[in-house]
């Protein structure tokens, strides 16, 4: 079955009330688990960055902006606690190296590695060492980058599923390139699994009857929400939607064992003139 995954990432924009109930619409709508993001601001950026000029709900830097779509580990334990009640997975993709290691003590069932972090070695390193089975993005790659980042997990003896990915938002469905997942399989013989941007369902769908083997979308309660990931997120009714049909896949593709079905033979004898 597809491990469907509801990435909220940082649509929460700083408020743990918008965090559960993303968390509430993932489980209403029976994703496997949710996942979010985590930064230490002053190390994912420089200064310079952090000082440019940006109006946000936070204020007027981008500082402000940054520091108001990061939820603290105090918030991380109320989510933790939430999600277990609900019997949800949930993990987080860090951003760096201390974030990575603030985030052990959840004893997440996944790591994940986003696409800015994969040609980041001594942070691949550190996830390795983890041993938990690691979701890996590609999106802004080349295959020697992601080459490299297999090796470390293999030599590591670390379990992990590439993911297809356009790091584009939203993503054009002519960027799409769906048929990387069978590249990615053919090269490297492992899981693989699609993290779409795109507006619509069509390309998510389409990864699962490719053989997708996880499906990671952004989530929102309204894309017209602040915040630069809204817009290639799906609203609940989009979500439950794309469950439903990725969900559907495996039943109408079924073996591929050729049968007479015993529903066709009543028709049989109505239509077919000729009986063998």
């Known amino acids: ?9 940082i649509n929460h924009n700083g408020s743990l009330d918008i965090a559960k109930l993303l968390i509430d619409t993932a489980v209403k709508h029976h994703c496997d688990a949710v996942k979010f993001q985590k ?28 520091e108001g779509l990061e939820l603290s580990i105090e918030q991380f334990d109320e989510i933790d606690a939430y999600c277990r009640a609900k019997k949800i997975d949930w993990f987080v993709s860090s951003w760096d190296i201390p974030s990575q290691i603030a ?30 089975h690691t979701f890996i993005s590609t999106g802004m790659a080349t295959l020697d980058m992601i080459d490299r980042a297999v090796d470390l997990f293999k030599r590591a003896n ?9 790091a584009t938002y939203p993503c054009d469905d002519d960027d799409c390139n769906l048929r990387v ?14 993290s779409g941007h795109e507006r619509g369902l069509q390309p998510s769908v389409l990864a699962a009857m490719l053989g997708a083997e996880a499906i990671e979308r952004h989530i929102t309660l309204d894309r017209t929400m602040y915040g630069s990931d809204h817009a290639a997120s799906l609203e609940p009714q989009g979500l ?29 004898a109505k239509l077919r003139y000729f009986q063998a």
Request: aromatic residues 8%.
């Open 103 to 132: 985030m052990r003590k959840y004893n997440f069932p996944h790591n994940k590695v986003a696409s800015t972090m994969l040609s980041h070695l001594e942070f691949l390193e550190v996830v390795a060492a983890e041993g938990r």
């Open 240 to 268: 439950e939607r794309l469950v439903r049909d990725i969900r559907s896949i495996s039943s109408m593709l079924g073996d591929g064992s050729k049968r007479f079905l015993d529903k066709e033979k009543p028709i049989a």
């Open 158 to 166: 670390c379990s992990f599923t590439l993911m297809h990915t356009v």
């Open 181 to 194: 997942i069978e590249t990615l399989k053919a090269r490297y013989n492992c899981p693989v699994g699609y």
């Open 39 to 66: 930064r230490t601001i002053d190390i994912v950026y420089s200064p310079e960055v952090l000082a440019i000029p940006r109006e946000s709900p936070w204020g007027t830097t981008t500082r402000a902006q940054k």
């Open 1 to 9: 079955m597809v491990y469907i995954i509801a990435e909220i990432g």
